[in-house]
């Protein structure tokens, strides 16, 4: 297939009006020996069936698509309205570039508006960007900021963070003198105050923990966040599930001095892992030292409302090395069916997901801890995610939910050594009764 | 044209526009009754799914996009995107995967990673690849650090980084993060790097130099080979900025050239969607030497089928969860399938036949800078234009009421006023032509009536912006009426 619009004749035209006589003409200024002298061994042109028969095929190697999944860990499965995709799909969307030129990018540029406001709603904070690429390198990026307003070289890690945003912010601190250490979490599954109150001292940025946290466990932000600013240190709050803001108290209401996440959850699909939505929302004292694109509210010429990317000047294209991120281009797609999705659950929706996601939740861990040799492994408050102890191991339960078309939940053990045995199991509203009901009485069927 | 309000200013207690299926386990209302719980969300919508529908169909009919404009927006490679690769990006095999399933369970996704990455490999000639990067930023900042990382492993991670002027910001930025100096290389009368400017800056204490290849004026750096011998000789490794490699698919392989690490743009070259902007993808490619050093995970391809390997013990480390933003590699991948290897060579013929094109029409009406041969973009500025107080805002603004997307502006650095025009290669002539009638039609404006120039656009859905007033009193969200 070629997306090429000019005929022969054209082309004829326009190498006459450049009086050329051959399109290799036009790559004289590269030097003979550096040229290519082959052609790629790339397959041959497919039409455009041929190519849709050809993924097709290669989808249908992906087996897991079609099982009853109860995995999450910071990639969950909600409800997508259909409006969400109807309405991302659209041309206008989906083919223009980043709104550098405001006056033909309105559209992109309210609904970066809309989607900042409604991130300060949830998280209960005073601004937020226009988004950042996904959870963990969002986390990394607010450690980074942290360090720029503090400027001491620590910064303390929950354990319980998601250990893949725990191994980004290590690669991103690496080579900038900032050390992290961790801070353990306890028998409930919750930070422990103790190893917090341990390990903050005078030389401490900033202290990020998540909550509901990887296990699951909803934790007592305001406790951790006043005993975070005792040490003049800030509190870095991330939500890898935001389906939980719709019930839970705000970090911003519990201290919170800069707040990323995860926004997958808000109507992106699960595909296999990206693209998804970093997002990031802090105290406006901050704002200087916020990374990434933030859109604002002024007025044209004639006075009439509209919308401009603007504080250009902690960004990379002004700053150079002096910006605040190198981050260049949001993701502002992702945005967009997050704005649209949230708009059209509204306040009620969302609350009503999110009580659904506990009841749900809780429903499958009764079923599960009720089984003889499954045990509840964290006594925290949960949202939608629980761990569960196996004392006969996991792997033979595991093989046999999947002959079953199950993919159960994930086990934990090489994530961390401590927790072998233990597996996170997610369950959202999209699962029914009969769904989890079924993961219960499979497992029951291997136990001793 | 109406404002089309915001949401929250049409919103109303009650209404909905979703609803989901009544719960169907026994509810327990005492499990939240130690939660910390929230109050309502003051301001959240309220609107009918008619409203949300409107709503954001109007806001879509006041952009301007590759569906509906000419959009020569330099340096972003804003070409056609392929509808048919967004289905075969939306099929369920897809959508669905969770990336924590097992390895074994989703093979297809693994293999469509495995491919892209071989694919990448031939047409840069480097050795390997990393899909990772969820952008062209990201990918300048993992290529830095897989440098930073050889050179230690070398004994001596040095302290600076070379940039030429005519950079894109995220280059020195992207350094500065991974803990480099940045030192800036001025450029010559031709626009490209001066060898002797080089040679002097070139030091012991020198990382990389970070080289854009065809650079941001569109013209070749034809010293490529003595460049990489310079900064070889001096124990540096070179770093290219594969932003426009557009220009050279199927020509030049910077793997050949003595390039250690590349970053591409999956969402320029290889036509995914910008999304208005991202999500896009920024595949890092390097050479045997590197390659320890990339990101995890790895997709590698034994006997037993394909598998992910985190166990790579000098690793720089992950840079993002799970494997990269793999729709939009799905789209890459679909794009480099239709094509074909003629094809991929057509898109570097094509876009640089279109550049040149529109740079043979207006030579003379619009000021060049730099007169070397250029590839698939040029920049002309608004010095004639100036004589009579027109600025290339200006210019870009009136572009708008003639139905087009303004080039990109004032970048790069070098050229004061400039007006940078990549047009790709997927436009038709008439478009080529309706764009360069335009342009001197407003260049004739500019001198006959300058005022409806400098008042431009007047036939757009709102008209010039005020820029200032907008950072010098941020209002950045929705807080009632203001």
């Known amino acids: 297939m070629s997306y090429i619009s000019l005929s022969d004749k054209e082309k004829k035209e326009m190498m006459a009006a450049l009086g050329i006589g051959s399109l290799d003409e036009l790559f004289s200024c590269l030097p003979a020996g550096v040229q290519l002298k082959r052609g790629l061994e790339i397959p041959p042109a497919l039409t455009e069936p041929e190519l849709i028969a050809r993924f097709e095929k290669v989808g249908r190697k992906n087996t897991a698509s079609g099982l009853l999944s109860f995995l999450g860990a910071g990639a969950y499965r909600h409800v997508i309205p259909y409006v969400v995709d109807y309405l991302s799909s659209r041309g206008e969307f989906v083919s223009p570039y980043t709104p550098y030129q405001p006056e033909v990018s309105q559209g992109t540029l309210q609904v970066i508006f809309e989607y900042q406001t409604l991130i300060c709603q949830l998280t209960g904070m005073d601004i937020s960007n226009a988004s950042l690429y996904d959870g963990a390198s969002a986390a990394a990026e607010a450690v980074l900021m942290a360090y720029r307003v503090r400027g001491k070289p620590k910064v303390l890690v929950a354990r319980s963070l998601h250990p893949q945003y725990r191994e980004v912010i290590r690669t991103y601190i690496k080579n900038l003198g900032i050390q992290a250490e961790e801070v353990a ?47 003049q240190a800030l509190f870095v709050v991330a939500i890898a599930e935001p389906a939980s803001l719709g019930l839970l108290k705000p970090p911003g209401a519990c201290g919170a001095d800069i707040v990323t996440g995860e926004g997958q959850s808000f109507g992106l699909p699960l595909s296999f892992g990206g693209p998804y939505l970093g997002f990031m929302a802090c105290r406006k004292d901050f704002l200087r030292q916020f990374p990434g694109r933030i859109a604002g509210q002024t007025r044209d010429i004639d006075g009439k409302k509209g919308f401009v990317l603007t504080l250009s000047t902690r960004e990379q294209h002004i700053r150079r090395e002096k910006a605040t991120s190198n981050i260049c281009t949001n993701q502002a797609w992702c945005a967009l069916r997050a704005t649209i999705f949230l708009e059209t659950l509204g306040p009620t929706g969302l609350r009503e997901l999110a009580y659904q996601n506990v009841q749900k939740a809780n429903y499958a861990l009764a079923r599960l801890s009720g089984l003889k040799g499954v045990r509840k492994k964290f006594s925290g408050p949960i949202f939608n995610e629980f761990v569960c102890e196996f004392d006969a191991g996991w792997e033979r339960v595991d093989e046999h939910l999947r002959s079953k078309g199950i993919l159960g939940g994930l086990s934990l053990g090489s994530l961390y050594p401590e927790l072998k045995d233990c597996v996170l199991f997610c369950v959202t509203e999209v699962h029914t009764r009969e769904d989890i009901d079924r993961l219960a009485s499979s497992v029951a069927e291997v136990l001793p | 044209m109406i404002r089309e309000p915001l949401i929250f200013e049409i919103s109303a207690k009650g209404k909905r526009a979703f609803g989901l299926p009544k719960l169907d386990v026994p509810e327990d209302e005492a499990l939240i009754k130690d939660f910390p719980l929230r109050d309502e969300i003051r301001g959240f919508p309220e609107v009918s799914e008619i409203e949300v529908v409107r709503h954001f169909t109007r806001l879509s009919q006041t952009n301007y996009c590759i569906d509906t404009t000419f959009y020569p927006l330099g340096s972003c490679t804003m070409k056609y995107n392929p509808k048919v690769n967004e289905k075969v990006a939306a099929l369920e095999s897809f959508l669905l995967s969770h990336p924590y399933a097992p390895e074994e369970l989703v093979q297809g996704n693994l293999e469509i990673l495995k491919t892209m990455e071989d694919f990448l490999v031939e047409i840069t000639g480097m050795d390997a690849f990393t899909l990772q990067p969820s952008a062209g930023a990201q990918g300048e900042l993992v290529g830095m650090m897989i440098i930073r990382a050889c050179l230690e492993q070398r004994g001596n991670p040095r302290q600076i980084v070379l940039i030429p002027d005519s950079a894109h910001g995220t280059n020195p930025s992207s350094a500065h993060t991974c803990g480099y100096r940045v030192e800036e290389i001025k450029s010559n009368e031709k626009g490209t790097i001066d060898l002797t400017s080089l040679d002097r800056a070139m030091t012991e204490k020198v990382a990389a130099l970070m080289i854009t290849n065809p650079n941001t004026l569109g013209v070749f750096e034809s010293d490529i080979l003595k460049i990489a011998e310079i900064v070889h000789a001096r124990g540096g490794l070179l770093y290219m900025d594969g932003a426009n490699l557009n220009a050279l698919v199927g020509r030049f392989r910077p793997g050949d050239m003595g390039i250690d690490v590349i970053h591409l743009n999956l969402h320029k070259t290889f036509s995914t969607p910008h999304g208005g902007g991202g999500p896009g993808a920024g595949p890092v490619g390097v050479k045997k030497e590197l390659s320890a050093h990339l990101p995890i995970p790895v997709v590698v391809k034994s006997e037993t089928g394909y598998a992910l390997n985190l166990d790579l013990p000098r690793t720089i480390g992950r840079v993002r969860s ?13 794009y480099i399938l239709s094509l074909g290897p003629e094809g991929l060579k057509e898109i570097a013929e094509i876009s640089v036949l279109n550049s040149n094109y529109i740079r043979k029409s207006l030579e003379g009406i619009y000021h060049l800078k730099y007169d070397a041969p250029t590839l698939h973009e040029c920049v002309f500025s608004d010095k004639y234009q100036k004589e009579h107080g027109v600025q290339n805002i200006d210019i870009a603004k009136r572009l708008i009421d003639f139905g087009l997307h303004p080039p990109t502006m004032s970048f790069p650095l070098v050229v004061h006023g400039a007006l940078m025009i990549e047009p790709t290669e997927t436009e038709s002539k008439r478009d080529l032509d309706i764009f360069i009638g335009a342009m001197k039609k407003i260049a004739q404006e500019a001198a006959e009536t300058p005022a409806v120039v400098k008042t431009a656009p007047h036939a757009s859905y709102v008209r010039r912006l005020d820029e200032t007033s907008a950072a010098r009193n941020p209002i950045l969200r929705w807080e009632g009426e203001i």
């Not at chain 1, 903050?200 to 990020?208: L, N």
């Not at chain 1, 296990?215 to 007592?220: C, N």
Request: glycine content about 6%; charged content about 25%; some cysteine.
């Open chain 1, 185 to 231: 979490f306890t028998e409930s599954g919750e930070v422990d105050l103790k190893d917090l109150t341990r390990k903050i001292d005078a030389e401490t940025s900033a202290v990020i923990c998540q909550s509901p946290n990887f296990m699951g466990v909803i934790e007592d932000l305001d406790e951790i966040g006043a005993l975070v600013h005792e040490r």
């Open chain 2, 322 to 334: 799970f494997y990269g933003n793999f729709l939009v590699i799905v789209k890459a991948l679909a």
